[in-house]
């Protein structure tokens, strides 16, 4: 069973820092791209930001010198610093992962999985 488990969020102040985490579990053969979502009420999921295999990162303009995107291979992790929170960054945020994954017919293919989603709000 692939699954993509994500932590971290939570309630900060204005101008306050979160950490979210993203594990990928199960028979992965390898990861490609991943990254990061976010969904706020009454309106459309948005990217966030992405990064590929070979460590090419992707911002949307809103968060672009606020948030920080990386990845440990070694655990099949992606992280996103977030910094200089700000009222309008309050959204579920998701990770989403490109995987290759052993089929039972034993084939390799690749398939994007999400992932549950995890709170962010960002109040006084």
């Known amino acids: 069973q692939v699954q993509l488990v994500e932590s971290g969020g939570g309630l900060v102040q204005p101008g306050g820092s979160l950490r979210l985490s993203c594990a990928a579990s199960?028979?992965?053969?390898?990861?490609?791209?991943m990254g990061w979502y976010r969904q706020a009420p009454g309106k459309q999921r948005e990217l966030v930001a992405t990064?590929?295999?070979?460590?090419?990162?992707n911002y949307s303009d809103s968060v672009k010198g606020r948030f920080a995107i990386s990845r440990d291979n070694a655990k099949n992790t992606v992280y996103l610093q977030m910094n200089s929170l700000k009222p309008e960054d309050t959204a579920v945020y998701y990770c989403n992962a490109d995987l290759v994954i052993k089929s039972f017919s034993g084939s390799y293919i690749l398939k994007n999985y999400w992932g549950q989603g995890t709170q962010v709000t960002v109040s006084s």
């Open positions: 990064i590929t295999s070979g460590d090419n990162r």
């Open positions: 199960g028979s992965i053969f390898r990861i490609n791209a």
